[in-house]
């Protein structure tokens, strides 16, 4: 069995990013170089490790789930939560005969729900498998064949929209509708006024592909037993999550109990969080951001969870905090969407107005941004109302945080901070991986700086089992050098002689005009400074001339018209002024909306495709 004393899972001591500031780097005071050396980490199966944290901190009694649904906050104790995850874990091992390594698909919002089906499957070793609520049918279809999942939860209101036609082609055997309403302790008068819809009258109780149970019945009738399952931590999955891949294939990632446990350690002593801190939970627990640092964490930490079924207008989050008692501070983990959006919301009433009706400026303590690039015309507004934010980085493949710049002492901005306690990273040759790394962060080696770009890469124990259905010798993305594993990220960028990497955009992105790459990220961010820019989207368009030509879509700030303020002329020739001819956009087009994910990712590919179709018909594109 590992152990983190394995050398695959220790880290040279002689990295740059080691260095501590008085030697002038930026290594944080106090933070151990190794995992092996956190204090309290003992790698176990996911449950048992919530256990212990709960013993270790005593918050049993505290308050861990606060869901927020309208004007209706519920509290649920931590010791609360427990008991309805064992029955529900009692009920699928018992009732449905699941057991270690099946799947247990999870259908459903961020909810008090959602972390009761999600523990219950950790109690008896079943799998979760995150299911994203917005998938349409054929989505839904492609990811419960992949991972042929015994058991579906879902929310009720959603079973018409798209299981009822799926679920009969599944190897689903089990349908465990919910709502809402199932942990909501409120009188009936109170609960009606909240309009909270459900479909109990629109799914049968039984069909010839499936039986049904509702969580509501499970959560009342079943008595908890104590059940006891033999798990490797380091070999048994925890999890499964739908991810598009280091290569933009839809695949599974599996995460085992010890991939995502040994993250949360990592993740501890770089920020100093205490157990009664309010963490928002806006980002979506089917997806591993959302899962490790908002779920996992607080259950390990004994946070609350600030819970929203989506993400809530700025005035509602605002309102709901100021309800709050936050006497050791709120977080906020976000992704670069989220920070803008609620720094938009302050502009548009005054800062000083909006400081006199809410006090989230004066709770906030820490925000981390993640699942994309945060750019400074984001980052800077935001800093100036709030806190820092502090850029973290990652993927599903990988818990997900590999880096997080330091919290306190000296930073840098526009990188990805420095590698966790326990992850190694370097740049490898993005077509050559064998020939080893470019940059591996020594001295020795040296080659830092933007003329040694490459592949991002990155080892440690918190880097997936594998793609589901791969043969390990098959993947394309897990490779072996010098005594480790390493995931190719497929993200290019470069490291600075104090170990920051610098991230240029992803491998799948590059433009190539005339033999030059260019990095939309970098498009985007230049394109960022422009007053009249609120957000903007860059891809690559084939191009007979240039190979490939660069088209940004760009949306403008409020109280601006494209056509009667700003034209894509006058934009091309801004473009021209300030960055090199072969980066500047022969195509823009002004759009109402930018499509994004729901992690807050401008969705690039949506953007390109209905160029590509255009193309494919012999039509002119706009810009």
């Known amino acids: 069995m590992p152990n983190l004393e394995d050398p695959e899972f220790l880290v040279d001591e002689n990295k740059v990013w080691f260095t501590p500031p008085e030697e002038g780097g930026y290594w944080p005071d106090g933070v151990?170089?190794?995992?092996r050396d956190v204090e309290g980490l003992d790698v176990k199966p996911?449950?048992?490790?919530?256990?212990?944290?709960?013993n270790e901190y005593d918050t049993w009694d505290n308050d861990i789930c606060v869901f927020v649904y309208g004007p209706y906050i519920e509290r649920v104790k931590l010791r609360t939560l427990f008991d309805y995850a064992k029955r529900f874990g009692t009920f699928l091992y018992e009732t449905l005969e699941i057991r270690k390594g099946d799947v247990v698909a999870i259908d459903l919002p961020n909810s008090i729900n959602f972390v009761v089906a999600y523990m219950g499957c950790q109690y008896i070793g079943a799998i979760a498998q995150g299911i994203n609520p917005t998938y349409k049918p054929m989505e839904l279809l492609h990811s419960l064949t992949m991972t042929k999942a015994k058991v579906f939860v879902m929310m009720d209101m959603l079973y018409i929209a798209g299981p009822k036609d799926i679920l009969p082609k599944t190897s689903v055997k089990y349908v465990i509708p919910s709502n809402f309403v199932d942990f909501l302790t409120a009188d009936k008068a109170t609960i009606e006024k909240l309009g909270i819809p459900n479909a109990k009258d629109k799914i049968p109780n039984e069909t010839e592909h499936y039986k049904v149970y509702w969580m509501e019945n499970i959560i009342k009738e079943t008595k908890p037993v104590e059940i006891e399952t033999k798990i490797d931590p380091w070999t048994d999955p925890a999890a499964y999550l739908m991810t598009g891949g280091t290569t933009g294939l839809p695949k599974v990632a599996m995460l085992?109990?010890?991939n995502l446990y040994t993250n949360l350690y990592m993740i501890k002593p770089w920020v100093n969080l205490e157990p009664g801190m309010i963490t928002i939970g806006s980002l979506p627990f089917f997806h591993s951001f959302g899962m490790t640092s908002v779920m996992n964490g607080s259950l390990s930490l004994g946070m609350q969870m600030l819970l929203f079924p989506k993400p809530p207008s700025d005035d509602v989050l605002c309102e709901t905090i100021n309800k709050l008692d936050a006497p050791q501070g709120v977080i906020y983990v976000g992704v670069e969407m989220l920070f803008k959006r609620l720094t938009d919301f302050v502009n548009s009433m005054g800062v000083e107005e909006f400081k006199k009706k809410y006090d989230l400026w004066k709770k906030l303590s820490y925000a981390v941004q993640g699942a994309g690039p945060l750019h400074d015309y984001v980052r800077v507004p935001f800093e100036e109302i709030f806190c820092q934010i502090r850029s973290g980085y990652g993927l599903t493949e990988t818990s997900p945080v590999v880096s997080v710049a330091p919290f306190w002492g000296p930073t840098k901005t526009g990188k990805l901070g420095l590698p966790l306690p326990g992850d190694d990273w370097a740049i490898f040759d993005a077509e050559n991986f064998e020939v080893g790394p470019i940059c591996d962060g020594t001295k020795e080696r040296g080659n830092f700086g933007i003329e040694n770009t490459g592949e991002i890469c990155v080892a440690g124990p918190n880097i997936m089992l594998g793609y589901l259905g791969v043969q390990k010798e098959q993947e394309d993305n897990l490779k072996s050098w010098g005594g480790k594993t390493w995931l190719l990220t497929g993200d290019i960028g470069f490291m600075d002689e104090h170990g920051w990497i610098e991230i240029r955009d992803r491998k799948k992105s590059l433009i190539k005009v005339s033999g030059h790459s260019v990095y939309p990220k970098e498009v985007e961010e230049l394109m960022g400074h422009h007053e009249m820019i609120d957000e903007v989207g860059v891809a690559g368009i084939p191009d007979e001339m240039t190979g490939e030509a660069v088209k940004a879509w760009v949306t403008l700030k409020k109280g601006y018209k494209?056509?009667?303020?700003?034209?894509?002329?006058?934009?091309?020739?801004?473009?021209?002024?300030?960055?090199?001819?072969?980066?500047?956009?022969?195509?823009?087009?002004?759009i109402r909306k930018m499509p994004v994910s729901m992690t807050g990712k401008v969705q690039r590919r949506e953007l390109q495709e209905k160029d590509l179709d255009k193309l494919e018909k012999g039509k002119e594109i706009k810009g």
């Open 256 to 258: 085992s109990h010890a």
């Open 32 to 35: 151990p170089k190794q995992l």
């Open 562 to 590: 494209a056509d009667n303020d700003i034209t894509s002329e006058d934009l091309k020739a801004w473009c021209l002024e300030n960055m090199a001819k072969w980066k500047s956009p022969k195509y823009i087009e002004f």
């Open 46 to 54: 996911l449950w048992q490790g919530f256990i212990n944290s709960a």
